[in-house]
C-alpha cells in the first residue's frame, strides 16, 4: 500500500510517503521554500516525496491529513462563544477565512497537488485523522516497542492537548486526554511570549536560558497559573491568559503577577528573565512527570514512546530517563506537527490493511525511522555543478584523505560546514547537515554563536559521541540518536572554579570553562547528547573516530547547518550560500572540500 501524508496549515508543513511498511521519505516544507516554519501547503516536500520513490499521484492508494478541520473550527466556535465579546476582532478576521479556505480544504488539498504535474488524483482518496492519533501513530509505529505506553503534549490538536494512550502490535488506544484550554504547550508557550520570544520558535530559547536562572517563581506558578491533580492531569486559570481569545498568548493579570510587563524583543536578558525561564521550565518537567507517572499506572508498560511539540523538551525528557518509571523510552525525532505527516501515513495504512504486518520494519533493536535520514541527497555531479556555478574553489578527496583533512582542520579549531547523504527529518542536524566544532576549545561556543549562527549568546550547543564512548563522558545509559535527551556530563571531567568563577551568575557565567569538553557543556553542567552508531550513520562515524584518533576524544560540536531566523541547509546551494556569508572555516559537501581563505 502506498500513503502519502500531510500536514500544514498551522506551522511547521511536511509530507511523508509510506510504502507496506516502509518509510520512504520524509521532509519539511520550509527546507525547499527557505521560509522557517512554513505553514502553506507542503506542495515541495510532497512533490520531493513522489519524485523520491519514481511514483505519480495516480499510484498512490491514499491521501492522508493529519487532522480533521472541522473538529477545529468546531473548537474555535465553542471558545469564541465562551469567552465573549472578548476576542470578537480575532473571531472577525479568523471565520471568513476558515468559510473560504480551511472549511474546503479537502477541495484544496486535492487542487494543490494536481498541481505538482505528476499525474493525478481524486477526491476519494483522501482521509482526514485525528491530530493526537497522528502524534501517537508516529510515535509508536517507527518505535523498536512491540507495546508500549504513548503520550502525546503539545499546544493542541482539535481539542486534546495531552492525550495517554497504549500500542500494541498494529492497534493504538487513546486512554484519555486534557482538553483545550489547558494545554502545557501553550502554558510553555505563553512564557516564550512573556520573556518576549517568537511562540512557536522560542521555546528552544527559554529551555536553553532556564539553567541561568533560579526557579524562585515555579511555587507561584504552581499556586496560581496551574492546578496539577493527583491523576496528572492539570488545569490552567485562564483569567491569566489572552490565547483564548485570539488576542496575546497572555495578558495584563498575568504580567502584574510577576511585578513586570512583558519584554520587549529588543530588550537585554536580565536576571529576572532567567529565572521566569528557569522557573517555568521546573513547572514543566513536573507536569510532564506526572502525567507519565499516570501513563504507566494506567497501562503498566515498560516501554514509553512520546510525541508532540512538548517531546522536543530534552531536559524533562532525560528526568524521564533517569527517574522513571519507565524501563525504556524512545521519542519521535520529528516530535512536531511535521512527524504527524509520517505518523497520518503510517495509520492509514496499518488501519486499512486486514492482513499481514504493517508497522515499519525494525531490526536489532533499531527504529525504523532510517536515523531520521529521509530527505533528498545530491551526488558527486550535482555538488560539482553547483561549485563550478558558483565559482568555488575546492579540491575532491578519497574518504581517507577526506576523514584525515577534516579531523586535522577540527582539532585545529577550525569551523566545518558538514553536508552529507540524505537530509535528516525534524528539527535536528543529526551529522547530515552539520556545522562542526571542537568542543576542548574554551572559545568554540562564543564562536559559533557570533560568527557562525548569529543567534543569542547564551544558546548552548550539543555533543555527537561515538556511542561506545557515551558513559565515558556523559551520565547517560541508553541510546539517544537524535539528540533528544539532556544529560549531566560526569563529575570527573568537571573542572574546579576560580573564587570569582563560581560566584557569578546569569549571563557573566556564559565564559566560564566548566570542563574539559567546555563548547558542549551547559552553565548547569549538562549536554543534549546525540549518540552515534556504524548503523546510524557511518560517515559521521568515521569522522567521529577519526578525531579520537588525533585529539583522544570521539566527541563533537554538533549544530545544525543554519543561521538564526533561517531553516536547516537542504541543497548545496544554501550550503555554499550560508558558507560564504558566515565565518565558517571550511565547506564539506560530499567528497568535496572548501577552505574559505581559498574562496
Given at each position: 500500500?502506498l ?17 507496506d ?6 521532509a ?5 521554500t ?38 477545529t ?13 472578548l ?29 505538482l504535474n ?6 476519494e482518496k483522501?482521509?482526514?485523522g485525528?491530530h493526537?492519533?497522528?502524534h ?9 516497542f512491540?507495546?508500549a ?5 503539545d499546544?493542541?490538536?482539535?481539542w486534546?492537548?495531552t ?34 520570544f517568537k511562540?512557536?520558535?522560542?521555546e ?23 492546578e ?31 511585578g513586570?510587563?512583558?519584554r520587549?524583543p ?7 528573565h ?11 518537567e ?39 518509571p519507565?524501563?525504556?523510552?524512545w ?20 488501519i ?18 532510517r ?10 555531479d550535482?555538488i560539482?555543478?553547483?561549485l563550478e556555478e ?8 578519497d574518504?581517507t ?10 582539532a585545529?579549531?577550525?569551523?566545518v ?8 527529518f525534524g ?10 566544532g ?21 544558546r ?10 557515551a ?10 540518536p537524535?539528540?533528544?535527551i539532556?544529560?549531566?556530563v ?19 557565567s ?13 552553565v548547569?553542567?549538562s ?9 546510524s ?8 573516530t ?12 554538533n ?41
Amino acid at each position: 500500500m502506498l500513503v502519502l501524508g500531510l500536514s500544514a496549515f498551522y506551522h511547521d508543513s511536511a509530507a511523508a510517503l509510506v510504502r507496506d511498511g516502509e518509510i520512504i521519505a520524509a521532509a519539511q516544507e520550509e527546507r525547499f521554500t527557505r521560509k522557517k516554519n512554513d505553514a502553506d501547503f507542503p506542495s515541495h516536500a510532497a512533490a520531493y516525496c513522489l519524485r523520491e520513490a519514481g511514483l505519480k499521484l495516480d499510484d498512490l492508494d491514499a491521501i492522508a491529513f493529519y487532522d480533521k478541520p472541522l473538529l477545529t473550527f468546531d473548537r474555535l466556535l465553542e471558545t469564541y462563544l465562551a469567552y465573549a465579546p472578548l476576542g470578537f476582532t480575532s473571531f472577525a478576521k479568523a471565520i471568513p477565512v476558515w468559510v473560504k479556505e480551511k472549511l474546503l480544504q479537502k477541495s484544496l488539498i486535492v487542487k494543490a497537488l494536481n498541481e505538482l504535474n505528476l499525474g493525478h488524483i481524486g477526491e476519494e482518496k483522501l482521509m482526514f485523522g485525528y491530530h493526537h492519533h497522528s502524534h501517537a501513530a508516529a510515535a509508536f509505529y517507527p518505535s523498536p516497542f512491540d507495546d508500549a505506553a504513548i503520550v502525546i503534549m503539545d499546544g493542541v490538536g482539535e481539542w486534546a492537548t495531552t492525550s495517554i494512550g497504549v500500542g500494541k502490535g498494529r492497534n493504538i488506544e487513546l486512554l484519555k486526554e486534557v482538553r483545550f484550554p489547558h494545554s502545557l504547550g501553550l502554558l510553555y508557550s505563553a512564557f516564550t511570549y512573556y520573556l518576549g520570544f517568537k511562540v512557536n520558535d522560542g521555546e528552544y530559547k527559554v529551555m536553553g536560558l532556564a539553567p541561568y536562572g533560579d526557579p524562585r517563581f515555579a511555587k507561584q506558578i504552581m499556586k496560581t497559573l496551574v492546578e496539577q491533580k493527583n491523576d496528572g492531569s492539570f488545569k490552567l486559570n485562564m483569567s491569566y491568559f489572552g490565547y483564548t481569545t485570539g488576542l496575546t498568548m497572555t495578558n495584563a493579570k498575568f504580567a502584574d503577577l510577576f511585578g513586570a510587563p512583558r519584554r520587549d524583543p529588543a530588550e537585554p536578558l536580565t536576571d529576572f528573565h532567567m529565572d521566569i525561564a528557569r522557573s517555568v521550565q521546573a513547572v514543566a518537567e513536573e507536569l510532564v512527570m506526572g502525567v507519565c507517572r499516570e501513563a504507566h499506572r494506567l497501562t503498566g508498560a515498560k516501554n514509553l514512546c512520546l510525541a508532540g511539540g512538548v517531546a522536543l523538551n530534552c531536559v524533562a525528557n532525560g528526568r524521564l530517563v533517569r527517574e522513571g518509571p519507565f524501563e525504556n523510552i524512545w521519542i519521535q525525532p520529528a516530535s512536531g506537527d511535521a512527524g504527524s505527516a509520517l505518523g497520518i501515513a503510517l495509520a492509514v495504512e496499518n488501519i486499512a490493511s486486514e492482513e499481514g504486518p504493517k508497522r515499519p520494519a525494525t531490526t536489532g533493536g533499531q527504529d525504523a525511522m532510517r536515523g531520521s535520514y529521509l530527505g533528498p541527497a545530491y551526488c558527486d555531479d550535482e555538488i560539482k555543478a553547483v561549485l563550478e556555478e558558483s565559482g568555488a574553489v575546492y579540491s575532491h578527496l578519497d574518504d581517507t584523505a577526506l576523514m584525515d583533512a577534516v579531523s586535522t582542520a577540527l582539532a585545529d579549531e577550525n569551523v566545518v560546514g558538514w553536508f552529507q547523504g540524505r537530509m535528516e527529518f525534524g528539527p535536528r542536524a543529526l551529522g547530515n547537515r552539520s556545522i562542526l566544532g571542537s568542543p576542548k576549545s574554551p572559545s568554540m561556543q562564543r564562536t559559533l554563536n557570533m560568527k557562525i549562527k548569529y543567534r543569542e549568546s547564551f544558546r548552548p550547543f550539543a555533543p555527537a559521541v561515538l556511542r561506545q564512548d557515551a558513559e565515558r563522558y556523559f551520565d547517560i545509559k541508553c541510546e539517544s540518536p537524535y539528540m533528544l535527551i539532556v544529560a549531566p556530563v560526569r563529575d570527573e571531567h568537571h573542572l574546579a572554579l576560580q573564587i570569582d568563577d563560581a560566584a557569578k551568575r546569569g549571563l557573566e557565567s556564559l565564559n566560564v570553562t566548566r570542563s574539559t569538553l567546555p563548547a558542549i557543556t551547559h552553565v548547569d553542567y549538562s549536554a543534549r547528547v546525540q549518540t552515534v552508531t556504524p548503523e546510524s550513520n557511518k560517515r559521521f562515524y568515521d569522522l567521529l573516530t577519526a578525531f579520537k584518533k588525533r585529539t583522544g576524544d570521539g566527541v563533537l560540536v554538533n549544530t545544525s547547518f543554519n543561521v538564526r531566523d533561517e531553516p536547516i541547509v537542504c541543497t548545496p546551494e544554501d550550503a555554499y550560500r550560508c558558507f560564504m556569508a558566515t565565518e565558517m572555516d571550511m565547506l564539506v559537501l560530499g567528497n568535496f572540500v572548501l577552505r574559505k581563505p581559498d574562496q
